[in-house]
């Protein structure tokens, strides 16, 4: 990347930037972007207006020649290119995706980073040995049909019941768009049901899973969860201080039952069994516990040109904290990934991991190819717009996120993470549905960049949301919480925003710190990747 150190005068200097050396285009920096005739300090004139964030040819290149960023082939010129010119989608031919054959297996061994030691939070320690960085009651679905009948006992219980359990942050309905009318013995119909399950199970949620059923849909409680699925602790009735890890009985609300005499008799049902949870979770107390309890997922979303060059790159640096701190984190979204497989097969801390990625990826190329599209699909007109020409340059911007510790495994998607380290977690691209996977993977922190702005967020884990441009931190004041666009301008390195980052995980786990997301209460929906029939 070019030396920012010294561009104290962005707004009268004119700045791009190169990923790497062998590079032969750049991005344009300046807030606008800059008219033709603008002469760069090295000496390159610009032929065209180029909008921020889309790329400049730094040199001549003929027709059918290699656009490359991140000395990567990122696509073929469609005509000859001008030192100058502005290059964006319409000028380049997108390469063929790599094929999933002869790639470098677990081939990089670097040497061990030394552990971070002595960083902690302020969690809720659960019976299953996982940490809550919050305390909420959910209230689980087995189909849609019941979603308006919860969602009215919930405004209820936060009006009459959550005032009187100040240590229960906030009570949520896990609402989804499953549980009947599909084909639920089709082989990839686990994968909404096992989502499901493990979204039930999450680290903020305590153990106290509370279930609202219709009672004739298709996943019903105990499919979709088994028994043994549960712990919780029993604490004794004589002391209240002897506890041990049990199975608990499934605490079901099952609105079809002859019981239920009209609407008020299910939603009273719903508040009744809510406040044996509530009582439950009041008594939880935050403890200190050390970062490795941390399992954080990492997301892009409304991605641009910038989010490659400092947003993700920030992150990727704070994933490697994360890493020697002992933690677990979580990177995504097949497609955009899959132009960097030998990138990721290589950092494969085994060959069995290496082996593992590749076997998502084909069944990922496998599911598109039934739609009749490819990856090239994945890419936005909001992408286009923030100078990204296609999933290739998206890709190796998205990948930075990963930062540089070896991969130490791969999840299928709505699997459950069960270890430390850097984690490939399979998942579509699509922000809500990654997000949900993620929260079924059992995140209890969750970091969302952004370059052309989105208010995502969600209510079962602090969404942390990080800027790749400052002009986007400074109009969306009160939604991004950290501001990457300072890496561009050279007022802050990659490192700075990292350990800035780190630091704010460690409040915002704590309880210290809210995120703008939480203030504002901006909760999008769980969306469920179903791969199977609906019938």
Same mark, same amino acid.
């Given at each position: 990347?070019?030396?920012?150190?010294?561009?104290?005068?962005?707004?009268?200097?004119?700045?791009?930037?190169?990923?790497?050396?062998?590079?032969?285009?750049?991005?344009?920096?300046?807030?606008?972007?800059?008219?033709?005739?603008?002469?760069?300090?090295?000496?390159?004139?610009?032929?065209?207006?180029?909008?921020?964030?889309?790329?400049?040819?730094?040199?001549?290149?003929?027709?059918?020649?290699?656009?490359?960023?991140?000395?990567?082939?990122?696509?073929?010129?469609?005509?000859?290119?001008?030192?100058?010119?502005?290059?964006?989608?319409?000028?380049?031919?997108?390469?063929?995706?790599?094929?999933?054959?002869?790639?470098?297996?677990?081939?990089?061994?670097?040497?061990?980073?030394?552990?971070?030691?002595?960083?902690?939070?302020?969690?809720?320690?659960?019976?299953?040995?996982?940490?809550?960085?919050?305390?909420?009651?959910?209230?689980?679905?087995?189909?849609?049909?019941?979603?308006?009948?919860?969602?009215?006992?919930?405004?209820?219980?936060?009006?009459?019941?959550?005032?009187?359990?100040?240590?229960?942050?906030?009570?949520?309905?896990?609402?989804?768009?499953?549980?009947?009318?599909?084909?639920?013995?089709?082989?990839?119909?686990?994968?909404?049901?096992?989502?499901?399950?493990?979204?039930?199970?999450?680290?903020?949620?305590?153990?106290?899973?509370?279930?609202?059923?219709?009672?004739?849909?298709?996943?019903?409680?105990?499919?979709?969860?088994?028994?043994?699925?549960?712990?919780?602790?029993?604490?004794?009735?004589?002391?209240?201080?002897?506890?041990?890890?049990?199975?608990?009985?499934?605490?079901?609300?099952?609105?079809?039952?002859?019981?239920?005499?009209?609407?008020?008799?299910?939603?009273?049902?719903?508040?009744?069994?809510?406040?044996?949870?509530?009582?439950?979770?009041?008594?939880?107390?935050?403890?200190?516990?050390?970062?490795?309890?941390?399992?954080?997922?990492?997301?892009?979303? /409304?991605?641009?040109?910038? =989010? @490659? &060059?400092? $947003?993700?790159?920030?992150?990727?640096?704070?994933?490697? !904290?994360?890493?020697? *701190?002992?933690?677990?984190?979580?990177?995504?979204?097949?497609?955009?990934?899959?132009?960097?497989?030998?990138?990721?097969?290589?950092?494969?801390?085994?060959?069995?991991?290496?082996?593992?990625?590749?076997?998502?990826?084909?069944?990922?190329?496998?599911?598109?190819?039934?739609?009749?599209?490819?990856?090239?699909?994945?890419?936005?007109?909001?992408?286009?717009?923030?100078?990204?020409?296609?999933?290739?340059?998206?890709?190796?911007?998205?990948?930075?996120?990963? /930062?540089?510790?070896?991969? =130490? @495994? &791969?999840? $299928?998607?709505?699997?459950?993470?069960?270890?430390?380290? !850097?984690?490939?977690? *399979?998942?579509?691209?699509?922000?809500?549905?990654?997000?949900?996977?993620?929260?079924?993977?059992?995140?209890?922190?969750?970091?969302?960049?952004?370059?052309?702005?989105?208010?995502?967020?969600?209510?079962?884990?602090?969404?942390?949301?990080?800027?790749?441009?400052?002009?986007?931190?400074?109009?969306?004041?009160?939604?991004?919480?950290?501001?990457?666009?300072?890496?561009?301008?050279?007022?802050?390195?990659?490192?700075?925003?990292?350990?800035?980052?780190?630091?704010?995980?460690?409040?915002?786990?704590?309880?210290?710190?809210?995120?703008?997301?939480?203030?504002?209460?901006?909760?999008?929906?769980?969306?469920?990747?179903?791969?199977?029939?609906?019938?």
């Amino acid at each position: 990347m070019a030396d920012l150190s010294t561009q104290a005068t962005l707004g009268t200097v004119p700045l791009c930037i190169t990923m790497d050396p062998r590079d032969n285009v750049a991005i344009v920096v300046n807030d606008g972007g800059l008219p033709p005739g603008t002469v760069f300090p090295s000496g390159l004139t610009l032929v065209d207006k180029v909008p921020q964030a889309h790329k400049v040819a730094l040199v001549d290149i003929p027709e059918g020649g290699e656009v490359r960023r991140y000395n990567v082939v990122i696509g073929y010129a469609l005509k000859d290119l001008k030192a100058g010119m502005w290059v964006h989608e319409r000028l380049l031919a997108m390469p063929a995706a790599r094929e999933l054959t002869g790639l470098p297996i677990a081939t990089i061994k670097p040497e061990p980073a030394p552990p971070l030691e002595g960083y902690t939070f302020e969690g809720y320690r659960n019976p299953d040995g996982s940490v809550g960085t919050r305390n909420i009651l959910a209230i689980t679905q087995t189909v849609q049909c019941v979603a308006g009948v919860t969602d009215f006992a919930v405004q209820r219980i936060k009006a009459e019941l959550l005032p009187r359990f100040p240590n229960v942050d906030d009570v949520v309905a896990l609402e989804h768009g499953y549980g009947c009318g599909v084909a639920i013995d089709a082989p990839d119909a686990i994968i909404p049901i096992r989502t499901l399950r493990n979204i039930s199970l999450n680290p903020n949620f305590g153990g106290e899973v509370m279930v609202v059923s219709l009672g004739c849909e298709k996943l019903q409680p105990e499919r979709l969860l088994p028994p043994g699925s549960i712990a919780v602790v029993e604490q004794s009735r004589l002391t209240g201080t002897d506890s041990h890890a049990t199975e608990a009985p499934l605490d079901v609300v099952c609105l079809q039952d002859d019981a239920h005499v009209g609407f008020m008799s299910m939603v009273d049902s719903i508040l009744r069994q809510a406040e044996i949870h509530l009582t439950r979770l009041n008594a939880r107390r935050r403890e200190t516990v050390p970062a490795s309890e941390l399992v954080v997922g990492v997301q892009c979303g /409304g991605s641009d040109a910038f =989010s @490659g &060059v400092t $947003a993700n790159p920030a992150v990727g640096y704070c994933t490697d !904290l994360l890493v020697r *701190a002992g933690a677990t984190v979580m990177f995504s979204e097949v497609t955009e990934v899959r132009d960097g497989i030998d990138q990721l097969t290589a950092r494969a801390s085994t060959p069995e991991v290496a082996e593992a990625m590749i076997r998502e990826m084909a069944w990922y190329d496998a599911y598109l190819s039934q739609g009749r599209v490819d990856r090239s699909a994945n890419t936005t007109p909001g992408n286009k717009k923030g100078g990204l020409s296609n999933i290739v340059e998206k890709a190796m911007g998205s990948i930075v996120k990963s /930062g540089t510790s070896p991969i =130490s @495994g &791969v999840i $299928a998607p709505g699997e459950k993470v069960k270890q430390k380290g !850097l984690i490939y977690a *399979a998942t579509p691209a699509s922000d809500f549905i990654c997000g949900t996977l993620q929260l079924a993977a059992g995140m209890n922190l969750h970091v969302f960049t952004t370059g052309r702005g989105t208010p995502y967020g969600l209510a079962q884990v602090p969404v942390i949301k990080v800027a790749t441009r400052a002009d986007l931190a400074k109009r969306w004041h009160d939604l991004m919480d950290i501001n990457a666009g300072t890496i561009a301008t050279g007022e802050k390195t990659i490192a700075d925003v990292g350990w800035e980052m780190f630091q704010f995980m460690l409040d915002v786990a704590s309880g210290r710190k809210k995120t703008w997301a939480e203030h504002w209460k901006l909760h999008n929906a769980l969306v469920l990747f179903n791969p199977a029939p609906v019938t």
